[in-house]
């Protein structure tokens, strides 16, 4: 795999294991989207998360259930795609 100069650059700055650290970053991104078409999956079976449900899985993630000044946190700005 080849990457831009500049990225490199940039990576050295943060890690001495540039192949290590673009494969966890690979490894993080296939989990998101793994998760996210199970997500999509689940919601056709059973229909849209409740907003109930959306705040009891922010609060498990991050601890809390609407942190304060959060721009585009659910569920009062949930939007449909």
Not at 22 to 33: M, P, S, W
Not at 34 to 62: N, P
């Amino acid at each position: 795999m080849t990457l831009p100069n500049d990225q490199v650059a940039e990576l050295r700055k943060l890690t001495d294991n540039i192949s290590g650290h673009v494969a966890e970053a690979v490894a993080r991104r296939l989990r998101h989207q793994l998760l996210g078409a199970e997500l999509m999956r689940h919601q056709e079976e059973h229909g849209e998360f409740t907003d109930e449900e959306l705040i009891e899985a922010h609060t498990r993630i991050f601890g809390e259930a609407n942190p304060g000044g959060c721009i585009g946190c659910f569920p009062a700005s949930r939007s449909s795609p």
